[in-house]
């Protein structure tokens, strides 16, 4: 069964910190190009971070970068895809979403709440 599940979403202050983790299972996911994406309340979802499966390489959006930072630790059959976030600010509230993508091959995670607010 494949299942992509997030966890580390909650409420911080602006310029706090928070990690953000997804567990990835049922799939060979070490092949496949990992990413956080975010969608804020009456907005289109967004790529924030990605990585990919065999380099490591990242990206990042504009918004994002030098605050964010997207980690991966591959295993046998399941892949552990990480999003640290600094410095947030309150235009970062959106619901995250984990994703693994593979050519035509897409998954998502459920998703997990953060609000950055005083």
């Known amino acids: 069964q494949v299942q992509l599940v997030e966890s580390g979403g909650g409420l911080v202050q602006p310029g706090g910190s928070l990690r953000l983790s997804c567990a990835a299972s049922?799939?060979?996911?070490?092949?496949?190009?990992m990413n956080w994406y975010r969608q804020a309340p009456g907005k289109e979802r967004e790529l924030v971070a990605s990585?990919?499966?065999?380099?490591?390489?990242?990206?990042?959006a504009d918004s994002v970068k030098g605050r964010f930072t997207i980690s991966r630790v591959n295993a046998k059959n399941s892949v552990s895809v990480y999003l640290q976030m600094n410095n947030l600010k309150p235009e970062g509230t959106a619901v995250y979403y984990c994703?693994?993508?593979?050519?035509?091959?897409?998954?998502w995670g459920q998703g997990t709440q953060v609000t950055v607010s005083s």
């Open positions: 049922g799939f060979t996911f070490s092949t496949y190009a």
């Open positions: 990585i990919s499966s065999t380099y490591g390489s990242t990206n990042y």
């Open positions: 994703n693994a993508r593979r050519a035509a091959s897409v998954y």
